[in-house]
């Protein structure tokens, strides 16, 4: 067989995607920092023969993983007609623990997406523009995956400031100022259970939700002023941005039927004691959540020292087994 590896990294919004229309088009722009030691490597084994996927996680096989990766290939039949003439192998390993509680399918199906447009491109099969084109194929395996293809930032949907910007695909974004291009981010593993809340139900949650409309608006104003603030160096700005677009997000899930609360009381005691830090320090400590309890911290480099001081000393209580997960704002996926 022949073989293909990608690394894909992890990546975490700043404006959040939160709704959706088929087929995974964005009911609103995003924009995330991709992060550098959260990410999922993935080798695709391939012959010629007729569409036989056997998956591996980690060594072991996973067939589980098999109902996800068809729908993928189903919605990919566009842009990889030959998956069905191949059989094929996929091993995938995650650089984060499985339990973490981390979502692994924006890496994985990134991941996966970038090997598959490696065998087209082996297979001679034109390729106009490759990251473009894996970005449109991992969008169609998780939405959020869309964004996992550039460093140091990634933005999806149409958006009136981002030139050439996409709903159905993301573009890198790095018209920032260089304190954003090392930006920190410790991940507090709050709650290490399973998903409370698919990705599925939860966009589902927008339709027809009381504040849909805006919220969606929202979100245009909040990423414009974001990038604004990102280019300036305005720290504070960006904070504030920042914190808003998680706490939204959560709003969104409380406020919905069904309804959902999915922060834990550890989360809401970490976001008081940052509050508190901050007011009593001055130092740039912000938090953004994503669909789940755990929180990540956002900060520059050159706080880095004090910053880990102060988790260790206030926040480590609130992780589960006191763990927490230590990266940064990455350049994107690698190919091994
Ligand atoms: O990509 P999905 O369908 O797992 O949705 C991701 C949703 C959030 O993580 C909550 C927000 C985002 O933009 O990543």
């Known amino acids: 067989m022949k073989e293909v590896t990608w690394k894909s990294p992890s990546n975490i919004a700043l404006v959040k995607y939160w709704g959706k229309y088929p087929v995974q088009i964005p ?20 012959a010629p023969g007729n569409g036989q996927i056997e998956v591996f996680l980690e060594g072991v096989s996973t067939p589980s993983f098999l109902p996800k990766i068809k729908t993928f290939l189903e919605r990919t039949a566009e842009q990889f007609p030959f ?11 995650n650089s984060f623990p499985h339990s973490s509680g981390i979502a692994s399918s924006a890496s994985g199906m990134s991941a ?9 491109q082996a297979l001679g099969l034109p390729v106009e523009n490759f990251f473009e084109e894996a970005s449109e194929a991992a969008r169609l395996g998780s939405g959020s995956g869309s964004r996992s293809v550039y460093g140091p930032l990634a933005a999806w949907g149409t958006h009136r400031d981002i030139t050439g910007s996409s709903d159905r695909w993301a573009v890198a974004y790095d018209d920032v100022a260089d304190v954003f291009k090392s930006f920190q981010d410790t991940i507090l593993l709050v709650d290490k259970g399973e998903k409370v809340v698919s990705s599925t139900v939860g966009h589902g949650l927008m339709e027809g939700h009381t504040y849909a409309e805006a919220r969606f608006a929202q979100a245009h104003t909040n990423q414009s002023e974001l990038l604004t603030c990102m280019r300036n160096g305005d720290i504070e700005g960006f904070g504030a941005i920042v914190e808003s677009e998680a706490l939204t997000l959560h709003a969104m899930m409380m406020s919905s039927r069904p309804y959902f609360i999915l922060m834990k009381p550890n989360t809401l005691k970490v976001i008081e004691a940052i509050w508190a830090f901050r007011e009593k320090t001055g130092n740039p400590l912000y938090f953004t959540l994503d669909a789940g309890a755990n929180v990540h911290l956002l900060y520059p480099k050159s706080h880095k020292d004090v910053i880990l001081q102060f988790i260790d000393s206030d926040l480590r209580t609130f992780c589960k087994d006191g763990s927490y997960l230590c990266d ?6 690698k190919q091994l």
Request: with cysteine; hydrophobic share 40%.
């Open 112 to 120: 996966l997406a970038l090997c598959l447009m490696s065998v087209k």
């Open 83 to 93: 998956a069905g003439t191949l059989d094929m192998e996929i091993h995938t390993s």
């Open 27 to 46: 009911a609103n722009p995003s924009i995330s920092f991709t992060l550098s030691a959260a990410a999922t490597t993935t080798t695709l084994k391939y």
């Open 328 to 333: 940064e704002v990455g350049q994107g996926p």
